[in-house]
């Protein structure tokens, strides 16, 4: 990786020469590590110059709108694979065979339900508790039951905790909106697929038995699969920078769940639904549109753009389908659905838009999709937190495999000098 040198002149440290990192994609890369030793270091806000980590997992090219997961093209997976099969990837970097994914997906399902004391913790929440303020205890909470014994250097240890982490997640946010609403718990059913099992214990009731339709299953399926990594994001670091410790991961994975709640991060299409009821009616968009024209105006539109891909999203692409999929098979007619799909209609054709590549993202679809199977909008987060969990898992374990080193980042102080204390009292 080492390809080359540069050399750099900072004050008193003439002809500094740092090593040039050559990726397998992407731009190449100046190794600052040793910048310290010159009695120097680097300011950069929100490290978005700078690479905290070496990692294989998912590349991502926002100008040419490319994604990719061990070097599978996203479209390819959400077109050709399930969500467990991603799964799979992630975790070993390749695709598995028909006998190696049989066995992955029993051990995945061997792990579905969680410890009864769990169901009698979530009493210790109000009712009125938002999602994933409750996911985020909950998931912190296993690692209460999951620590005795545990070598986070061990492998088989970490492939058993990736294994629980994965099965227990539906579980335990299905449990949450069940909390919410009042209703009893579902049990898990192993005979279901992933996003069908995740189905049911949300919507099936003691009461009638609840038969998952298949293109909705289709439809979380494709959408766990298009948020099930997304490199080194805010939630991401977290769970590496976390983890750098020696952390218990449950605990890592709790702290990654607290990053993605932000409206900036996972919260955005839960953001999009907020936007969307403050538009009302197709009437008022011109009046809405025109308002995220004006500079001096602080309405924003969410769901379009996206900080990374400076060209169309490319999960946007295969959730657009998805979303019109959903829609002709509930034949939902809803007036904010209808005001979603004419801001679609007109981002996709008014200059204003083109010009400054503010399409629809992967947020403004899944938003969409999740409103229209009858999803609180108060859940649309805890869906992408069972959705992140393999790639936080995944970037979780790599850490570890290659040698981590705990993190400790520098800071530019701007306080007081040294000075002398005297009471004032």
């Not at 979530?122 to 005795?148: I, K, W």
Request: hydrophobic share 40%; aromatic share 10%; charged share 20%.
């Amino acid at each position: 990786m080492n390809d080359d040198k540069v050399s750099v002149e900072v004050g008193n440290a003439k002809n500094l020469e740092l090593n040039l990192l050559t990726p397998s994609l992407g731009n190449q890369v100046i190794d600052v590590s040793k910048l310290g030793n010159s009695g120097y270091f680097t300011f950069d806000p929100g490290f978005t110059s700078t690479a905290s980590c070496e990692s294989k997992i998912t590349y991502i090219d926002g100008d040419n709108g490319i994604l990719l997961h061990r070097g599978f093209p996203i479209e390819q997976l959400a077109k050709e694979a399930s969500f467990l099969e991603v799964c799979y990837i992630l975790l070993n970097g390749e695709a598995p065979g028909k006998e190696e994914f049989s066995k992955f997906e029993r051990d995945i399902k061997h792990h579905t339900m969680v410890h009864e004391q769990i169901h009698r913790l979530f009493n210790g929440f109000r009712r009125d508790s938002h999602p994933m303020a409750v996911l985020c205890g909950v998931t912190g909470a296993l690692a209460a039951f999951y620590h005795q014994g545990l070598d986070v250097e061990n492998p088989e240890h970490r492939r058993l905790t990736a294994y629980r982490l994965l099965s227990k997640m539906p579980t335990v946010a299905a449990m949450c909106y069940k909390y919410s609403i009042g209703h009893p718990f579902v049990q898990p059913k192993n005979k279901l697929s992933y996003a069908g099992n995740f189905l049911h214990m949300m919507f099936a009731t003691p009461a009638e038995e609840y038969v998952v339709n298949p293109i909705l299953e289709k439809a979380m399926d494709k959408i766990m699969i298009l948020h099930a990594d997304h490199e080194q994001n805010a939630s991401t670091s977290t769970v590496r920078t976390a983890g750098s410790s020696g952390a218990n991961p449950f605990a890592c994975i709790a702290a990654g769940i607290a990053s993605l709640w932000g409206p900036a991060h996972g919260g955005a299409n839960e953001a999009c639904l907020k936007m969307l009821e403050e538009i009302k009616t197709v009437e008022h968009i011109p009046e809405y549109i025109a308002r995220a024209k004006d500079k001096n105006d602080s309405f924003r539109l969410m769901g379009f753009g996206h900080r990374v891909y400076k060209n169309y999203d490319p999960r946007a692409t295969v959730m657009r389908e998805t979303c019109h999929e959903v829609l002709n098979e509930l034949g939902i007619h809803d007036d904010l659905l209808e005001v979603a799909m004419e801001l679609e209609r007109i981002a996709l054709n008014d200059p204003y838009f083109i010009e400054r590549k503010l399409y629809p993202n992967v947020d403004f679809y899944s938003g969409i999709i999740l409103k229209a199977m009858n999803i609180p909008a108060s859940m649309f987060t805890v869906i992408f937190a069972i959705s992140r969990t393999i790639g936080w898992i995944s970037h979780w374990i790599e850490m570890h495999e290659e040698g981590m080193k705990i993190a400790r980042p520098r800071q530019l102080y701007t306080g007081y000098v040294q000075r002398d204390f005297k009471s004032k009292l």
